[in-house]
């Protein structure tokens, strides 16, 4: 492909891209409102969670790790 095609092809490429972008089925504003908060509380839940695993699992090892090292 040449630098002269560039124009053109470009072009084409940009009207195909506006006629598929007519053709999507947006979602509502609820609907997104809706899906970011289930999202947010779902992250939020996920991180408490692996923060308590984080710190029972230190812990435990901490502990292995007394027994094992010489003092």
Known sequence: ?????????????????SLEMQKVSWP???S????TIVVLVV????SVYMWGLDLVWGQALAKILSYSSPS
């Not at 997104?32 to 899906?35: A, E, F, L, N, R």
């Open 32 to 35: 997104v409102i809706g899906s």
């Open 43 to 46: 992250v939020f839940f996920l």
């Open 28 to 30: 509502s504003r609820q």
């Open 1 to 17: 492909m040449s630098v002269k095609e560039w124009p053109g092809k470009t072009e084409k490429f940009l009207r195909e891209v």
